[in-house]
């Protein structure tokens, strides 16, 4: 059984540029979800995705949008990148929604 | 506001021991409970759930503990484990969040030798 996975692990962007993380949910999940952890944190939900629609969103501004393919794998897309959005990015999958959330490692993402 | 809170940010104990991870939470409409494990440098990793029409789940050296009349969670950690060292948070879910899973800030569990 793969878990889930999350690329890339690590990236530096400057300020007012704009980022796409990317996940693959683990086998047999139909249900995505992104948090936000920043250092000494807990996770943030940003938001979940559902047969490609999202459905619940966090308190996140428009700017952070995502994307569901049909094989479940998953987008983060962050415009007008702001320095506090430097973060460790969560991708997170489950089969349904009354079943635990697997997390991947993250993406680390650092905006300069 | 809605909010998850862990007791006491570090917790420091002697291997072999017990551990207890308390955490409070202040949505009493929360109907699902999850503790996760998160070492450095890694994802959260599922511990253990358990759901509000429970008092108490058991897996293995783990127990979580749910107390709804003082909004309570707590794990338990038997014989504890150099590689129990890690940040543990709890977190809740209320009915129609969805996957939504609001989380505490976390505290550091350290196994002293």
């Known amino acids: 059984e793969t878990g889930v996975t999350q690329s890339p692990t690590h990236l530096i962007k400057t300020r007012g540029q704009q980022v796409t993380l990317r996940c693959s949910s683990q086998?047999?999940?139909?249900?995505v979800s992104w948090y936000q952890q920043a250092l000494g944190q807990g996770p943030q939900f940003i938001f979940q995705y559902y047969r490609e629609e999202e459905n619940g969103r966090g308190n996140f501004p428009p700017r952070f949008s995502g994307l569901q393919f049909p094989n479940y794998s998953s987008e983060l897309n962050v415009n007008a990148l702001e320095l506090d959005d430097s973060a460790l990015y969560l991708c997170a999958s489950s089969y349904g929604f009354n079943s635990p959330l697997h997390f991947g490692n993250g993406t680390r993402l650092t905006v300069t | 506001g809605e909010s998850v809170g862990l007791h006491l940010p570090t917790l420091s104990v002697q291997e072999g021991d017990n551990s207890i991870i308390n955490c409070a939470y202040s949505?009493?409409?929360?109907?699902?409970f999850i503790w996760y494990k998160q070492e450095s440098g890694k994802g959260p990793q599922f511990i253990i759930d358990?759901?509000?029409?429970?008092d108490k789940r058991q897996g293995q050296r783990v127990t979580v503990l749910l107390n709804k009349t003082v909004k309570h969670l707590s794990l338990q950690i038997a014989a504890t484990q150099p590689g129990d060292s890690a940040v543990y948070f709890c977190a809740e879910k209320y009915p129609g969040a969805n996957s939504k899973l609001t989380f505490g800030k976390g505290i550091t569990l350290s196994v002293r030798p």
């Open positions: 086998s047999g999940h139909n249900t």
């Open positions: 949505n009493s409409a929360s109907d699902y």
């Open positions: 358990i759901r509000s029409n429970m």
